[in-house]
């Protein structure tokens, strides 16, 4: 296909196809090298062109709605022209289009990030309570300055959690999902503008609640299914609570005000055994004990082992479906 970046050749018997090879090297980028420098993160341009609409913008629906998919396509159509330029350059027999490839969809996964920021303000918790409170706007968007130990903790887990969705199994849920049609970077790229939309615009304040409107709503929408799969892959994360994670979950996933934010949030509570809450929000995962810092590691082995299974499962459908 026009645009598909070149591989090499594969001995014949091995189910390898290009999407397999791009989200191999994908990952490995991801976990060799962590986040790209700003000046040339494909996430971070996407939010610089999103400032500057907003900027511009009036606080309409219709105008919203025009900014969001204006941003999704501009965000899918650049990674194919980029895609299809680099393929007319090959090295060593391989089209460059390859490596361009794995290198945006990288960008749309952010697997040594979550983690690593997630154990480093969970460290501060433990050390330095007012420390850890200055980073936590990192992760969550609630103030954190009258924060306890166990609500600090709580706001991590429950980060890290939901992030695990966004971060990683949506980009991949639409990677895998239009990689038959050989668009599957430009899908992981629509997706990671849908959610950096939703990032910038869809707070529901005075200023954003009509200009945010659509950007939130297609936020949603592209998250309710992998939203959903994520219970499943938690829940094989610590298979001997398994039945706690889909209880939790299944009971206390509309808990919260986002449709799909509860979902990995409460499979991850009742993995734990923990309860999870944004004071005067939501809790999830009631009638387990308040999490301790104690319960961040086992909560980093969770995530780490649910990405490993998202990553694998991934894999083994493009070994398939390749």
């Known amino acids: ?160 959690s939901e992030n695990y969705v966004d971060a990683v199994v949506s980009p991949l849920f639409y990677y895998i999902l239009f990689s038959p049609f050989g668009l599957g970077v430009e899908a992981a790229l629509a997706f990671k503008a849908t959610n950096t939309l939703d990032s910038m615009l869809g707070y529901r304040t005075e200023e954003l609640r009509e200009l945010g409107w659509a950007s939130a709503k297609i936020d949603d929408l592209a998250n309710w299914g992998p939203a959903r799969l994520s219970l499943p892959m938690i829940a094989a994360a610590r298979p001997r609570r398994a039945g706690e994670a889909a209880r939790a979950a299944l009971r206390d996933s509309g808990n919260t005000p986002s449709p799909n934010s509860g979902w990995p949030m409460a499979a991850a509570a009742g993995s734990l055994g923990i309860r999870l809450e944004k004071p005067g929000v939501y809790v999830v995962g009631d009638g387990g004990r308040d999490p301790t810092t104690k319960d961040l590691k086992p909560a980093l082995r969770l995530v780490a082992t649910a990405i490993g299974i998202a990553v694998a499962a991934s894999a083994l459908i493009l070994i398939f479906v390749g």
């Open 1 to 160: 296909m026009k645009g598909a970046p070149m591989i090499p050749q594969i001995p014949e018997g091995l189910a390898i196809s290009g999407p397999l090879i791009v989200l191999a090297l994908a990952v490995a980028m991801d976990l060799a090298f962590g986040e790209p420098p700003t000046r040339v993160h494909p996430v971070v341009l996407m939010g610089r062109m999103i400032g500057g609409l907003k900027r511009r913008a009036r606080p309409a629906k219709g105008m919203g709605l025009l900014i969001a998919l204006f941003v999704i396509l501009v965000a899918a159509a650049c990674g194919h022209l980029l895609i299809a330029a680099a393929d007319r350059v090959e090295i060593l027999g391989v089209g460059l289009g390859l490596f361009v490839a794995a290198y945006l969809l990288k960008s749309t996964i952010a697997i040594r990030c979550l983690l690593e920021t997630s154990r480093d303000i969970g460290r501060l918790v433990e050390k330095d309570l007012d420390g850890a409170k200055d980073l936590l706007p990192a992760l969550v968007s609630r103030d954190p300055d009258g924060l306890t130990a166990t609500q600090a903790t709580s706001a991590v887990i429950e980060s890290l």
